[in-house]
Every structure is written in C-alpha cells, then in structure tokens.
C-alpha cells in the first residue's frame, strides 16, 4: 500500500498487531545488554578507578555486534539439537541466546575491576556478553522480517525500538539507581554493589525467554536445495571455530608488538588517539588476512563442505549485488556505514562527559536515561507513521539532518556546565531525532533484506552501521583528552554530514521503495 493511502488511524491500529507488540518485548530483551557494555559499565569501571581511556577502550568488547555477520550464517543454518525439533529454527537460538547474554551478564558481576589484573578478566567477561547479545540480535532480525510483510516493517521498528530503549532505561538508569542506592559512588566505590546490580540485571532477560517460549515460529521461506547430517553441520561448525581461534591467538600474540608501535607512532604524531586507531586497524586487518589464508587451506580438506559455505555465506551476498549491480551496492554499504556515525561516537563518552561536568548518577539516571527514554520513544513512534504516510527516505533526510543539529546542542551544554534545564532540552532534541532515524533506517534495511535470507544480509547491514562508529568510539576518551569536550562534540557532528549525499545518490539510483 503506498504511504500516502494509509490513513493515521490505520497506522496507530496497527501497532497492536501481535506482531508488532512481540516486537516490543524482543526489543526489551535486545536493549538490556547493551548499556552493561557500554555508559553503566563505563561509570563502574571509573568509580573502581579506571582511568577513562581505558574505560572507553571497553566499548570494543561490543565489536561484536559489527562482526555478527561471520557468524549468522551458523545461526541461520546450524539445528540446536532437540530445542531445534521442539520449538523450530528462529525460537530456538532465541531461547539459547537469550539464556546465554543472562549468564554472561551474571559472571560480569562476579569480577571486581579495582583488583590488580582483574581487568583483563573483566574484559573477557564483556567480549562473552557483546557475542551472545550480537547473536540474540541475529535471530530477533531474523525473525521480525520473516513474520510480516513490509507493510508492518515500519511499525514493527518503531515497536522494537520502544522495547529496546526500555531495555536500556532498565540496564541502565536503572542500574545507576541501584549501584547508587545499594552505596556505590565517585567518592567511594562499592564491588557489592555493583555486583547485586548486574545479577539482577541477569533476570530480567527472562522476559525474552519467556515470549520466545509463548510466540508462533515464523514460516521458514527459504528451504535449502539440499539436506545435510549432523557430521556436516559439525564440519562446517568447525571451519568457523578453526577462524576465530586463529583470529584470537593472533591478536593476541601481537599485542606487545602493536604497543611497540603505537609508541613509536605517538613520539612521532603527538596523538595518542591517531596512533592507536592506525595501529589496531592494521591489526585487525592482518588478522582478517590470516584468518582468511587459513580457511582457504581449509578449503582444500575435507572439512569444507562446498555447498553449504555457498548457500551460507556466498549466495546472500552475491544476491545483494545482483539485485542492486555493484557500484550502487558498494554505495548503499557505504551509507549503511555512515548513516549512525555521529549518534554512536558520541554517545560512547557521554555519560562520563555528563558526570565530569557534575551531573550525579541520580541526575543522570533521571533525565538522560528515563525522560530521554520517552523521548526516544516518541521519535520511534514518530518516525514510523511518518514513514508508513510519506516514506522512508523523507524521513532518512530529516533524520539526518536533525542529527548533525542536535549533536552541535552539546556544544551549548559543554560550555554552561552543571545546568538541568539545558540538559533537558539537549537529552530532548537527541533522543527525539535518534528515535525517529533509528526507525526509518531499520524499516530501509529491512527493505534490503531479501526474505530468502534474512539472516545472513540483515547481519552484514547491522554490523557494518556499527562497525566503523564503534571502532572510532573507542578512541573518544583519548580524542577528548587530545581536544578537548568541544572540539570532540564538534567533530562528531560534521561526521554526520556526508550522509546527506549519500541519501541522495541511492535515491537517484532508484534504490528506496517507499
């Protein structure tokens, strides 16, 4: 139905379609781990003395999130032995996921950051959490594209963005409530009360668990042209482990390397941010390559087996270019890529910005996290029933537009200090505009995703929109320290610029389909 004929009531009727409601609750579960990662974690780690470059270099561990695409066509393909059989595909790994983020989010709790070596610990414990949330957000991507049509693909992003948020008001707001009630402070750090926060904070991923359990498996549309054993699944299973195995002992084995240059690298620029983002890419980069090297070798053993890796891993991305043609393709990538850029980067350092310049967890906890989060909220439903009426990509303009505005707010509040009313209006705009982008772009790259495979093109999309703003957010306390709050609060606006002329030229290609 074309947007225009959609009349308002039609629209807020429809999201009370049980596919839509199911969204919220999956949106629940799919924001609880997230600001464990990130801002709460990040206000631990600095109470329990963690210098802040440190504390932002953790946001890596959610890296995981932008790598998800190695691993979806396991997701997609692998049957979990009996749950597979007992509640179908996409239910399956939900409940398993789901179980899995509880339990890492559980043995968080149980390490202490202030004790000597217990960061790298600590680290371990995060990555653990960031995969099993990545792979919960694989299936819940999954799912929601395969259970409705396109038609309620808007509705159903606006309803899994308001569960999310409430997800990230409980992990996070409320966290912060909790840590502080339970005597946790920047005056004097408290374990026990961290720890009691993050294990409550493992239960409420019952909530995932409990509707996976109630809801309908979603038809299966793409059945596979062949049938496969279990020995290869296994085989194939084992090409994968074989991958990451490689690709962590070269990381780590390198380490001491990479500080060696890094030093180098900083004697020579002056910026310790600059050198570590050349360095760790570079790192990144070889262990790709040699991961890559490694599975060629493999290819040539009995281990690969050649038509499941391309019905896998090769057919989803070699439809995606045939349905666009390549050069259109490689500019879609690139928007995907750009398009959250500016929100992400910056919202890596500002809960600390917020403490630094005196706002009290409790002030946070009250405006940035519950009041933004009805602000989020509101976008969400906002940019939905703007783009079921007008399409998406008017409301990917506005969106981005008004990102590049709200971010510049932050320059406003960097330079008044300690001042609720300001804040409100800042948390205001952001959360708003964030809600409405956030929408739209989901409601786009479900339009992407062919329904043949969804898992595997949704998890390429989503983790390469991550995947640069993430890796340049890890460097943020290092950039802040380099230029300071309003230079960095600038420079993260203009990131979102370019995205402008991106829409434009995918437009002009004939790619949106409102």
Not at 323 to 344: C, E, H, N, P, T
Request: no cysteine; proline share 3%.
């Amino acid at each position: 139905m074309p947007p225009q004929d959609t009349s308002w009531q039609q629209s807020l009727k429809a999201f009370l379609h049980p596919r839509v409601v199911t969204m919220f609750f999956y949106g629940f579960s799919a924001g609880i781990p997230l600001l464990l990662i990130f801002s709460s974690l990040s206000l631990w780690l600095r109470e329990a003395g963690v210098d802040r470059s440190t504390v932002t270099y953790f946001s890596w561990a959610a890296l995981a999130y932008s790598f998800k695409f190695l691993w979806a066509p396991l997701i997609d393909r692998l049957p979990i032995p009996v749950l597979t059989r007992l509640l179908g595909r996409r239910r399956a790994w939900l409940l398993v996921s789901q179980l899995a983020v509880a339990l890492s989010i559980f043995t968080i709790s149980q390490v202490d950051p202030s004790q000597p070596g217990a960061l790298n610990l600590m680290a371990f414990t995060v990555v653990a959490l960031g995969f099993t949330a990545a792979t919960q957000d694989i299936v819940i991507d999954a799912y929601r594209i395969e259970s409705a049509g396109v038609e309620l693909q808007a509705l159903m992003s606006s309803s899994y963005i308001a569960g999310y948020r409430v997800g990230m008001l409980t992990s996070g707001a409320g966290s912060l409530v909790l840590a502080s009630q339970l005597g946790s402070t920047s005056e004097a750090y408290s374990y026990s009360a961290w720890q009691s926060t993050y294990a409550l904070m493992a239960l409420t991923m019952l909530v995932g668990a409990i509707t996976t359990l109630i809801i309908r498996e979603p038809d299966n549309p793409r059945p596979s042209s062949f049938e496969y054993s279990s020995q290869q699944y296994l085989r194939f299973l084992s090409i994968f482990v074989l991958g990451i195995a490689t690709f962590v002992t070269l990381y780590v084995i390198t380490g001491a390397q990479a500080d060696a240059l890094r030093a180098q690298l900083v004697d020579m620029t002056h910026n310790g941010a600059l050198a570590g983002l050349v360095v760790e890419s570079a790192r990144l980069l070889l262990a790709f390559a040699v991961v890559f090297g490694v599975v060629k070798l493999l290819s040539l053993t009995p281990l690969y087996e050649k038509q499941l890796v391309e019905e896998s891993y090769i057919e989803p991305v070699r439809d995606f270019f045939h349905r666009y043609g390549a050069r259109l393709a490689l500019v879609i990538l690139l928007f995907v890529g750009f398009y959250r850029i500016s929100d992400i980067v910056l919202g890596v350092i500002s809960n600390v910005f917020f403490e630094d310049i005196g706002f009290t967890k409790v002030e946070i906890a009250k405006v940035v996290k519950t009041f933004g989060l009805f602000m989020t909220i509101a976008g969400g439903f906002l940019g939905g029933i703007l783009a079921v009426r007008h399409g998406v990509i008017k409301v990917l303009y506005l969106g981005a537009a008004l990102t590049v505005a709200t971010n510049l707010l932050f320059l406003w509040l960097a330079h008044a200090g300690h001042d609720i009313r300001i804040l409100y209006v800042v948390i205001s705009a952001d959360n708003l505009t964030a809600g409405l982008a956030s929408a739209a772009f989901v409601a786009f790259l479900s339009q992407l995703t062919n329904v043949s495979f969804t898992a595997v093109q949704y998890a390429i999309f989503s983790s390469l929109m991550t995947l640069l703003p993430k890796t340049i957010g890890g460097y943020s306390g290092s950039m802040v320290d380099n230029m300071g709050y309003p230079g960095f609060f600038l420079l993260a606006s203009l990131m979102g610029v370019p995205v402008l002329a991106l829409i434009y030229l995918i437009q002009r290609n004939g790619a949106f389909r409102d």
